[in-house]
């Protein structure tokens, strides 16, 4: 999910981030309630294009009762994307909004200078056994942007581009691909797709695109003669023209990247930022816990509870 729960002394930050590995194997993180499988940031890569944070959820079962339970948590510098293959979760932020997400819909949350949101498994979804899995995105904002107001932008699965053909069906979640735009506006040049593929589909990247990457989420391709299975992320060189064919069970993928931003990105626990004084600044507005004056405010329909900040 969104919250970043541990502070992860493995994630790169300052200038120990410049060189590229072409395979990330991603790591296995429990949140409790289930288990992600973190991509992105990697050792020695930490954004592909602006995604500074890539997590597999699920799949994930769920019994009567059960489920996601998210308190009310911050963020400075970034935007999330959820997007969902199966199941719904209930998000609701400092700006009001109070939104179920489910499969296949865009939304995007911009933190900017500052925001706070729950993700909760609610109401009606308790009465019966689910299950879920999906992949939740940070992307990094521009230094311009950074200080920005807060924002939240739901858009339905029938709203997104879908392209079809020749064993392939691709939906646009965000940015620019194959001369299609997607409706959600980013801070920075992006794009992001969930492309389903038949055995034997064949899949080009974009080229107009600087920074690109690959996500097996089930099945696997093969890129140049190598085979790539389920769980395993690519980062390719800027400029290089790269296919993908699916295996013999097909496959499904998500491409991703962008533009790169002005530099790193430095982390702290839900925080990121372009210097460590805006973490600073952020870490002492949510231990003050104004919520009425300060930087942060909770969700007003969720404002019982919140998750403090992490002691180290």
Known sequence: MSWNPALDPHCPTGDAVDAIETIIVPRARDLGAFEVRRALPAPKRQMVGPFIFFDQMGPAEFLTGQGIDIRPHPHIGLATVTYLYQGRFHHRDSLGTDQWIEPGAVN???AGHGITHSERVDGEMLKAP???SGIQTWMALPKDHEDAPPAFVHAGRDTLPMLEGEGKRLRLILGTAYGERAPVSVASETFYIDAA??????LPLPEDHEDRGAYVVQGAVEIAGERFEAGRMMVFRPGDRVSMIAGEEGARVMLLGGATLEGPRHIWWN?????KERIEEAKEAWR??????????LPPTDD????PLPER
Do not use: Q
């Open 288 to 297: 003050a816990g104004d919520w009425a004056h300060g930087r942060f405010r």
């Open 271 to 275: 925080f990121v930022a372009s210097s």
């Open 197 to 202: 593929l038949e055995p034997g589909a064949k």
């Open 130 to 132: 689910y299950s879920l």
């Open 108 to 110: 995007l949350m911009t």
């Open 304 to 307: 019982a509870d919140f998750i």
